[in-house]
């Protein structure tokens, strides 16, 4: 079972700034992609940023210029680090990752999502 956990969530004044970590973990063998998504109050789950096992990276509309996304391949951590947040930001982030994990004395793919983390941003 490939676990992924979030931190770094929190609340923030209006311009603020924050840094989101998730580390995997559990028989991986490789990562493909990982990416950051949040949902809203009232909002359907949006994908904020990802990023490839090769470094290319994609981001929703409303975060380009303000958002950047890593990745530590050696430790399997994914970071989010968020600038000039703004109150529309505030949402419940969650991390994902698809690649293969080891099974018994094979690998078959895997896609997890970690439990999220709250991200507030308000004055």
């Known amino acids: 079972q490939v676990q992924l956990v979030e931190s770094g969530g929190g609340l923030v004044q209006p311009g603020g700034s924050l840094r989101l970590s998730c580390a995997a973990s559990?028989?991986?063998?490789?990562?493909?992609?990982m990416g950051w998504y949040r949902q809203g109050p009232g909002k359907e789950r949006e994908l904020v940023a990802g990023?490839?096992?090769?470094?290319?990276?994609n981001y929703g509309d409303s975060v380009k210029g303000r958002f950047t996304i890593s990745r530590d391949r050696a430790k399997n951590t994914l970071y989010l680090e968020m600038n000039s947040l703004k109150p529309e930001d505030t949402a419940v982030y969650y991390c994902?990752?698809?690649?293969?994990?080891?099974?018994?004395?094979?690998?078959?793919?895997?896609?997890?999502w970690g439990q999220g983390t709250q991200v507030t941003v308000s004055s």
């Open positions: 994902n990752a698809e690649g293969l994990h080891y099974r018994g004395s094979s690998y078959t793919n895997f896609r997890s």
């Open positions: 559990g028989g991986i063998f490789s990562i493909n992609v």
């Open positions: 990023i490839t096992s090769g470094g290319s990276t």
